[in-house]
């Protein structure tokens, strides 16, 4: 794994280049969600910032973002990886303690307490977010059975409008000949069946159905996405 973590005074940070190998996606979807969740105020205080890629040598943009903030954006990517992520900056934490501040200075440990105090809160927050996608899956996602949008809405109790929006929006699904259809990597990843054929006027279509393990997945971002919309 890539070791991205910067240290300005006595502040940690981590890229979203390893955020985005830590939960599996591209850096690019990171980098546009990490864009949202400015624009809409979550998260805040970040610009963008160069970085040389290891492989062709070009020039491209990352996020350095603190611990708090790395939580609220895998909370929207990928609750199931909030674990991972907590495994991770214990690990970082550990190579850093060099950088840790005095704690025989009274102002320093009250610093420092105070800002422990707030990550752990972001902490519990992120796996709130995580936990409505657990007793989705306990309660609805059993057997081998494939669900169509509309299944999934009413078992999710979304608003079918918003729905397919947000979809469109989490790049999981574009509009293609008047249907939608799942990218490719969901249905790589098996988060989607799609079937092809010809309805009897002689026109093609594809179905695209929710896998169980599809179900499992956009159940946790559909909860991250409805925690941060009420934030």
Not at 75 to 90: C, G, H, I, N, Y
Not at 206 to 215: C, E, H, L, Q, V
Request: glycine share 8%.
């Amino acid at each position: 794994m890539m070791q991205q973590i910067l240290s300005t005074g006595n502040t940690l940070t981590m890229s979203s280049r390893e955020i985005a190998e830590l939960v599996s996606s591209r850096h690019g979807d990171v980098y546009r969600s990490i864009g949202r969740l400015i624009s809409r105020g979550a998260i805040q205080g970040y610009t963008p910032t160069p970085y040389t890629h290891e492989q062709n040598q070009e020039q491209y943009l990352e996020y350095q973002v603190g611990k708090r903030d790395s939580y609220v954006i895998v909370a929207q990517l990928s609750p199931e990886f909030t674990a991972k992520l907590v495994d991770r900056w214990m690990e970082l934490e550990q190579q850093a303690m060099a950088v840790i501040p005095d704690f025989s200075n009274p102002a320093a440990a009250a610093r420092a307490w105070a800002e422990q105090f707030e990550l752990q809160q972001a902490a519990n927050q992120a796996l709130a977010i995580a936990a409505p996608k657990a007793e989705f899956v306990d309660r609805y996602v059993e057997g081998t059975g494939l669900k169509g949008f509309r299944q999934v809405c009413k078992l999710l109790g979304a608003n079918e409008n918003e729905f397919r929006l947000f979809l469109a929006d989490a790049h999981v699904w574009y509009r293609l000949g008047g249907e939608w259809v799942p990218y490719a990597e969901h249905i790589a990843a098996g988060r989607f069946h799609v079937k092809t054929g010809q309805a009897g006027n002689g026109h093609n279509f594809n179905a695209a159905k929710f896998t169980p393990k599809g179900i499992e997945w956009i159940a946790g971002k559909w909860a991250a996405y409805k925690l941060q919309g009420a934030a």
